[in-house]
Nanobody, 120 residues
Framework: QVQLVESGGGLVQPGGSLRLSCAAS????????MGWYRQAPGSQRELAAT???????NYADSVKGRFTISRNIAKNTLYLQMNSLKPEDTAVYYC??????????????WGQGTQVTVSS
């Protein structure tokens, strides 16, 4: 199990870009799934993007074509490149790591979250 620390959030104007980073305390090479989730005030936490240990990515329809999830294995870091940001993207963004087996989830780890605010 790793510890996760997000960074890179902040205030950006609509149409702008941000890159979020999630630094892991240990290797992310073999973690089954890592992803970015977001939660707006008063709303449920929702999936933004995931990436598997094999490199398969998945995106919520709301961010598809604008966000890109990636990993740098050597740096033990997960990234979320966010382009063409909209006010609706405003949320706390959380990094998540999940390690699973055929018998279920071994563990799930969440980062502390980083605030992204898209506003003029």
């Amino acid at each position: 199990q790793v510890q996760l620390v997000e960074s890179g959030g902040g205030l950006v104007q609509p149409g702008g870009s941000l890159r979020l980073s999630c630094a892991a305390s240990g290797s992310i090479f073999s973690i089954n799934v890592m992803g970015w989730y977001r939660q707006a005030p008063g709303s449920q936490r929702e999936l933004a993007a995931t990436i598997t240990s094999g490199g398969t990515t998945n995106y919520a329809d709301s961010v598809k074509g604008r966000f890109t999830i990636s990993r740098n294995i050597a740096k033990n870091t997960l990234y979320l490149q966010m382009n063409s940001l909209k006010p609706e993207d405003t949320a706390v963004y959380y990094c998540k790591a999940e390690d699973s087996t055929l018998y279920g989830t071994r563990w799930t780890k969440w980062g502390q979250g980083t605030q992204v605010t898209v506003s003029s």
